[in-house]
């Protein structure tokens, strides 16, 4: 497991392309070529994540907030340009001073026990979400910041105020399931805890009451969860009759059961199984995705140790002994592409085309170190600061395997330019990071990854002084950049929050606690079964639209 | 010997309580001194809240001292409470969740431990008997295979080897129709447990071979062996009455310790083939920082080895004269 973005967040997606559309490789066993639809099947699925929790204030997985997209509404949706498009909301607009936004929503909606879906469930949801933000829907709290309340002005509008201006009111609300506030208001009193005590999972004879295309009927955390198709749904109506996600703790299990037709499609194929299902005549779909990988330098202002790993200059010799192309090709075989700046190419026009990676150059590199003096003991290490230039990467457990081959490529460049790394595999990587008291005193270099949402705000976030202890794993504190963030946070011009989140990309380049190495590729397979699969920066099945499931039907 | 029988198994008994008693101490202390915890994991989130990690800290009991901590752990365990998952859905009594899972792993581990028991007694009795000969060599060879290779690479072959045929993930079919019956219901599952049981079998049985081929013969050389012979027994008679009775003293006690080892075998096998036991439960508590499962599963762990080694104590006592003579 990587260290994927978890909370409410999880959204995000990039090109959403239909199936033959502009995946970058393929391989197509069977197309639907225009004959007319057939209605019915189901679908099989397999979930190497799984669904930790039916309960979304629970839920971190994936798999969990694929789930809770397909059987519950949110207010938006992305389309197939990245552009938001209507979902249990029909259309928005928001005052001038943007701090009230109106939904109007769906008209005539059901759950799926046949009650009402009106704007008070959403203003339900919202609302609790605002009142626990602090404790128990903490987990949620980024998709509804400086948000003060939710009302239902009647069965069909909804207004969300805010304390100010907020530029990601339309990302956040994305992320947002509106839940069945009959069946979560007894849950929802007194502190709140009873919320992520309630299991939300069906019985025999009754589904959970969901408002998305699909409910679940059967939840399995370490099996199959099935899905079957809502016929009270508001939207346009699925073609398949069922889909099953069944659960894989074992990659090469997964390929094995795609290649003997015991499942129709995977959602994340491992890179070395390519070949294989490509060889065996099975589509494979190859596209951006959001995550990448960091070479991380501490970046923390408290830290004392190694003072020369803050130097700039020291930062950009080691970006020039980084081969971004050997690791994409021997660590990822290159389903990789190269890494420069914290906003993925997945985020779309978020991410800034124009910063460049620096070139591999160990020339130049060993050239940056000459200059600042650190000059090579007899052991061929340099000596910075009266002490050789030796330092331990943590290496979490997530980026075992490709990230391994990866740290061996750096590690023997750096070899070439006087340092030395060693390779500290550790558990709760986190914890030893941010100690003592969010400090980031203890270490110097490290290793991860990021899957951040579409929207840059959290990644942004990520890098400011106020997420120290939070989500950030670099110890970068920086009150420009801070500023920077703040400014983006409240630029409702899409243009001027466009130059700002740029500017704030650069900074946090040319600073460099992180050196991208790659952005990784999404890798999808299925057989000939099906076909109208709608792909994203997530996979097939994800949390970003409803559209895939709905427009998949059998060949 | 009344008296001697039950000093044995007294002394036995207590020697059992105090390994549990440190292993108990040992797994909670061993847990926390890893960095983090789910409070770590599940605070993270944008602009986490003092107040939040405080209600996490809380709600897990990790704002005690650790001392406290422990005569609470102490205190739960007698009552067979051993908290709550602090990551399984809806945070569920680790005991009922384990449980659960142990009824899994328990049916396909019997499965495959039979079946090595009996792979590996037949393959060690004809290897001991064909000493020497080509059987024997082929035998003992492939036994030696079999117990040197490691149990996630078998068991990965027979994934490879049997997909499409056999079931290759999970315990049953979630596409049975509702309305088919508990027969083939049964049948299912069955055909789901073919591969991680002989994946287990096959792990155990080159154990199994070896010691019960040393045991034998061992047992063949001894004199008691050599009057029967003299009596004009034949050669089977002389194994199977004398020599294989003789021999099941050290298989007895092996076979007890590897049914004390069934839940750390499961965990790589259950990975494998996706199968809902305390294996693969164990894997993602160790993945998650689930500290509480983890003790759990590895107090499980602790128990059926402690309770399986007395086991053999107590069978050894009951089947060798010489000990309680």
């Known amino acids: ?555 | 010997m009344a008296v001697r029988g039950t000093d044995y198994v007294l002394k036995r008994l207590f020697f059992a309580g105090i390994t549990v008693f440190v292993a108990v101490t040992i797994n909670f202390v061993l847990f926390r001194l890893l960095p983090g915890s789910a409070v770590s994991n599940l605070a993270r989130v944008p602009h986490a809240s003092a107040a939040l990690k405080a209600e996490l800290t809380r709600e897990f009991g990790l704002d005690k001292p650790m001392w406290q901590q422990y005569v609470i752990y102490l205190g739960q365990l007698a009552h067979l409470h051993m908290g709550v998952s602090w990551v399984s859905d809806s945070h569920q009594p680790v005991w009922t969740y384990l449980r659960g899972k142990l009824a899994n792993t328990i049916p396909m581990a019997a499965l495959g431990t039979a079946v090595a028991i009996v792979i590996g007694i037949g393959s060690g009795v004809v290897s001991a008997w064909r000493r020497g000969s080509k059987t024997d060599h082929v035998s003992t060879n492939v036994a030696i295979a079999f117990y040197a290779f490691p149990t996630q690479w078998l068991a990965l072959m027979l994934l490879i080897l049997f997909a499409g045929v056999l079931p290759v993930n999970g315990m049953h079919d979630p596409f049975l129709a509702a309305d088919v019956g508990g027969w083939t219901r049964f049948l299912d599952t069955m055909r789901h447990m073919i591969l991680p049981s002989l994946a287990f079998a096959l792990t155990l049985y080159g154990e199994f071979t070896l010691i019960v081929r040393s045991a034998m013969l061992e047992t063949l050389g001894e004199d008691y062996v050599l009057t029967a012979r003299a009596k004009g027994l034949s050669s089977w008679g002389v194994v199977r009455t004398h020599a294989t009775r003789n021999a099941m003293l050290p298989t007895t006690t092996l076979i007890a310790l590897s049914l004390g080892y069934i839940v750390a075998g499961a965990i790589l096998i259950e990975t494998v083939f996706t199968w809902p036991g305390i294996g693969l439960a164990t894997y993602q508590a160790v993945v998650s920082q689930d500290y509480p499962v983890l003790q759990g599963a590895f107090l499980v762990l602790t128990i059926s080895v402690v309770f399986f080694n007395l086991l053999a104590d107590l069978l050894y006592f009951k089947l060798d004269p010489r000990i309680s003579a």
């Open chain 1, 1 to 555: 497991m990587r260290k994927s973005f978890i909370g409410a967040f999880v959204a995000s997606a990039v090109v959403l392309a239909a199936c033959g559309g502009s995946g970058s490789s393929s391989t197509t066993a069977n197309a639907n070529p225009g004959g007319p639809i057939k209605d019915g099947g189901t679908l099989r699925v397999a979930a190497y994540d799984g669904i930790d929790s039916m309960n979304p204030f629970i839920g971190v997985n994936d798999d969990s907030y694929a789930t809770y997209e397909y059987i519950y509404p949110q207010l938006v949706q992305y389309d197939a340009n990245q552009a938001f498009a209507p979902d249990f909301a029909l259309s928005w607009t928001h005052s001038k001073d943007g701090l009230a936004w109106t939904f109007k929503t769906q008209p005539n909606a059901v759950w799926s026990d046949g009650k009402p879906l009106t704007a008070a469930d959403a203003a339900f949801t919202y609302n609790t979400m605002i009142k626990f933000q602090d404790t128990v829907t903490a987990g949620s709290a980024g998709s509804i910041a400086r948000m003060t309340d939710a009302k239902a002005i009647d069965d069909t509008t909804l207004v969300i105020h805010f304390s100010a201006p907020e530029a990601a009111v339309l990302g956040n609300v994305q992320q947002v399931s509106i839940l069945p506030e009959h069946i979560w208001a007894q849950y929802a009193a007194g502190d709140g805890k009873a919320l992520k005590e309630f299991a939300n999972t069906p019985t025999k004879s009754t589904p959970v009451v969901s408002g998305g295309p699909f409910m679940v009927t059967q939840y399995d955390q370490t099996g199959t969860t099935i899905f079957m198709k809502n016929p009270h749904w508001y939207g346009t109506a699925p073609h398949i009759a069922e889909m099953g996600l069944e659960y894989f703790s074992n990659e090469d299990a997964e390929v094995t059961a795609l290649k003997t037709n015991s499942i129709d499609a995977i959602e994340s194929v491992p890179p070395p199984s390519v070949k294989t299902l490509q060889d065996a005549n099975l589509t494979v779909k190859i596209g951006p995705s959001l995550t990448y990988r960091t070479f991380i330098i501490n970046s923390s202002p408290y830290k004392t140790k190694n003072p020369e790993l803050q130097d700039p200059q020291v930062r950009m010799a080691f970006e020039y002994a980084i081969d971004r192309a050997s690791i994409i090709k021997t660590a990822w075989l290159g389903y990789a592409q190269p890494g420069t700046t914290i906003v993925p190419p997945g985020s779309g026009s978020w991410f800034d085309s124009s910063i460049k990676p620096l070139p591999f150059d160990i020339n130049q590199a060993n050239s940056i170190l000459d200059g600042l003096n650190f000059t090579r003991g007899s052991d061929g290490i340099r000596v910075a600061n009266g002490h050789p230039m030796t330092y331990e990467v943590l290496f979490p457990g997530s980026e075992r395997g490709a990230g391994d081959r990866a740290f061996q490529i750096i590690q023997s460049d750096f070899q070439q330019i006087g340092v030395k790394l060693i390779q500290k595999p550790v558990t709760g990587a986190y914890s030893i990071m941010t100690a003592p008291d969010n400090k980031y005193e203890n270490w110097d270099l490290a290793m991860w990854s990021w899957t951040p949402p579409i929207d840059p705000d959290f990644i942004l976030s990520a890098m400011t002084c106020q997420s120290l202890g939070n989500w950030s794993d670099s110890g970068y504190c920086k009150p420009a950049y801070d500023k920077l963030y703040a400014q983006q946070g409240k630029a409702v011009d899409p243009t001027e929050r466009h130059d700002l989140v740029n500017q704030a990309q650069q900074m946090v380049f040319d600073d460099r606690p992180y050196i991208i190495l790659n952005y990784n590729d999404t890798i999808n397979a299925w057989n000939g079964n099906f076909t109208g699969y709608v792909e994203s920066s997530q996979g097939f099945f994800g949390a970003l639209t409803k559209q895939s499931l709905i427009d998949v039907h059998q060949a």
